[in-house]
């Protein structure tokens, strides 16, 4: 097993249990995914608009080590292009640009 | 039905006069850009005669289009020397709108020490003496203010800062509640209304109707889908309303693109105190108003009501460049410090954003410790109080830096720059480094589907595409300054294809014109050729397009990046 930490932005706070003020822990089998993370927490990818790992855009479902950090943001929170920084969220179903 | 308003300081008349020819089209950014352009010497001193402020309400401005009310307000800048467009929310927009006032030009300079407030009305206008409002921030000027003109009209009102012609100096319009929380902040643009002898502006809207529309079933039907567009977006109707724009801390933080202790790391360990997930709890806890609009027509409404610890009022909602400035930048992790300090640069008269990083750069010359509220607020004060230091201070970023032999101050063209770090943020740095306003987040923050013409993904840490991503989003940014929209519409225009078509049926509507979605860039793309003239002409040529160079030498933790967009690439950002 190892740990990530994760950091929840928003209305995120309000649908997943057991953080405090928006970070947590998260016990995971060695080699996770992050959609597996996602599954943990129980949150639809469609729900996390927004994705950084160590701070960087993911551009697939990609292994997690021990020690990442997952930055989980709702499409209330999507200020993507606003701010000239893309961190969509590739696993989303829907297509990005049309909430 | 629509006029300028020219108002002479020197010899203190007010008259009305037709639109020129040169200016049809324009409103809000565009025409500031373009009265300044035709009229100001660009070799001129800010604070001479010479120069001139222009105040425009945009395209949009009083109808019945969502978010149309912001103001336009313009000239050459104290603070850089450049050409100068800074616009507000507040009431001023739409009451000039109905009154048919496209633009007011200020010009001349009265007898020195003389102060006046300029009274507007259905079709009058008059400079009144205002000796009683002197050296009075901007809340007391408000209140005095109110006692003789009331409470149906709207107000405009410079602090001691602009009294004083500081470079930081902000120009305040009054919100619903006619509180002065809402500024034209950037470049110093009320040390230019000081500089004319002009205290105040009182429009009284009574009289007054909606703009006429050449098409109103048509317009009515645009607007109807614009608002709708902007009540659909997850963003304008979720997360500005419920967090405020402060709501970025944590999302600019996670990228390790926040800059801390003045621009020397990109992650805040104290960014979860100030952030918009805090800012909305104690708000509630405190029985604030997390929901509340700068200006009314706004239905996003970012902007609430901070209540102190007693429950009673103390500011309005910092919004995220300023707990930014004072926050991360300074080291300070109390938002109801924050807040405070909002509420004193609201009533001096003080751009947030240049003061913050003025400050950190006093903490890294040592005048006050990082961190320290307390000191932070004592320095302030001398503002507000005009001292020596405090005069220094209020004349921004890199004055006090020069003054404290600092080497890392972060400004281009004399304007600090704001909460995103340009190392980690490219295209952002890329747009501080080439607009036409000094550094500046607004300047290339908005952008539309149908206008930017950047496709797929561009990494915010590699140089690849940032040049084309921020001459777009400049352009895009020009046009809707050029209408008086709330810039935050761009998240609907970007998502929601229908969203720029309402915006530019809406215009079509109002003018009898026959714009297409491909005229909204060419727009912008024309304001900004007008802007990059005139500060060709006041002396500004591509080599001023730099950022410092600690940018490119200190790399920024946590990605430990530098900024490396060449030198060439920049040079061909607002080529069009």
Request: include cysteine; hydrophobic fraction near 40%.
């Amino acid at each position: 097993m190892m740990e990530i930490t994760i950091k929840l932005g928003g209305p995120l706070r309000k649908k997943v249990q057991g953080h405090e003020r928006g970070e947590m822990t998260l016990s995971l089998p060695e080699g996770a995914l992050i959609s597996e993370a996602l599954t943990r927490l129980e949150l639809e990818p469609d729900e996390v608009r927004v994705v950084m790992k160590n701070g960087l855009a993911i551009h697939a479902d990609e292994p997690l080590a021990p020690g990442d950090r997952l930055g989980l943001f709702p499409r209330e929170l999507a200020y993507n292009t606003m701010t000239a920084i893309s961190f969509f969220n590739p696993l989303a179903r829907k297509k990005q640009t049309q909430d | 039905m629509f006029k300028i308003l020219r108002v002479d300081m020197a010899g203190q008349k007010a008259v009305f006069e037709d639109i020129p020819e040169a200016y049809q089209g324009l409103g809000g950014r565009g025409l500031t850009s373009a009265v300044v352009a035709a009229e100001v010497d660009p070799t001129c001193h800010p604070l001479s005669p010479v120069n001139k402020l222009v105040l425009a309400p945009g395209l949009l401005a009083a109808t019945n289009c969502a978010n149309s009310g912001r103001i336009s307000v313009g000239g050459k800048s104290p603070l850089t020397g450049t050409i100068k467009e800074a616009n507000s929310g507040g009431q001023l927009g739409q009451y000039l709108g109905r009154l048919g006032i496209q633009a007011i030009i200020v010009e001349g300079q009265p007898p020195a020490g003389k102060l006046f407030k300029l009274v507007i009305g259905k079709d009058k206008a008059e400079l009144v003496d205002a000796k009683e409002l002197k050296g009075l921030g901007n809340y007391d000027s408000v209140a005095k203010l109110k006692e003789t003109h009331g409470d149906k009209v709207g107000y405009c009102t410079i602090g001691q800062a602009g009294e004083w012609k500081l470079a930081a100096a902000s120009v305040a319009f009054t919100d619903m509640e006619l509180r002065p929380t809402r500024h034209a902040g950037r470049g110093g643009l009320g040390a230019l209304m000081g500089s004319k002898g002009l205290k105040a502006i009182v429009v009284d809207p009574s009289g007054g109707e909606m703009a006429p529309l050449k098409d109103a079933e048509a317009f009515k039907d645009a607007a109807k889908r614009f608002a709708k567009a902007l009540t659909d977006h997850p963003v304008t109707s979720g997360g500005l309303p419920t967090y405020g724009t402060d709501v970025l801390i944590n999302i600019i933080n996670e990228a390790g693109a926040l800059p801390t202790r003045n621009f020397s790391r990109g992650r805040f360990e104290g960014a979860e105190k100030v952030g918009g997930e805090t800012l909305n709890e104690i708000t509630v806890k405190r029985g604030g108003n997390p929901t509340h609009g700068c200006m009314s027509g706004c239905i996003i409404r970012c902007s609430g009501i901070f209540l102190g610890p007693d429950g009673a009022y103390v500011s309005k909602w910092p919004e995220y460049e300023t707990v930014w400035a004072w926050g991360p930048n300074c080291e300070i992790d109390d938002l109801d410090a924050i807040a405070r300090i909002d509420r004193m640069c609201d009533d001096f008269g003080l751009d947030t954003i240049e003061m913050g990083c003025a400050m950190a750069v006093a903490m890294e010359g040592g005048l006050v410790e990082f961190g320290d509220v307390r000191g932070a607020e004592r320095l302030l004060m001398e503002v507000g109080t005009g001292t020596p230091a405090g005069r220094i201070l209020g004349s921004g970023t890199a004055a006090i830096g020069e003054v404290l032999g600092v080497s890392r101050i972060p400004v281009v063209k004399g304007q600090s720059l704001p909460a995103y770090d340009p190392r980690a943020v490219k295209g952002m740095g890329v747009t501080y480094a080439t607009s036409t306003m000094g550094a500046d987040h607004t300047a290339g923050y908005a952008t539309g589907a149908n206008i930017m013409k950047v496709g797929g993904y561009v990494d915010p840490l590699k140089p690849e595409g940032q040049v084309e991503l921020s001459r777009n989003l400049q352009a895009a940014t020009a046009a809707v300054d050029t209408a008086g929209l709330c810039l935050f519409v761009a998240f609907p225009v970007l998502d929601i294809p229908d969203a720029l078509v309402a915006i530019v049926d809406m215009l079509n509507a109002k003018y009898g014109l026959s714009l297409t979605t491909d005229d909204v860039g060419a727009l912008g793309q024309r304001v900004l050729n007008i802007e990059k003239d005139f500060n060709l002409r006041a002396g500004f040529s591509a080599g001023a397009d730099r950022l410092p160079d600690f940018f490119r030498r200190e790399a920024l933790p946590p990605h430990n990046v530098v900024f490396d967009v060449s030198d060439e690439e920049l040079d061909t950002t607002l080529k069009f």
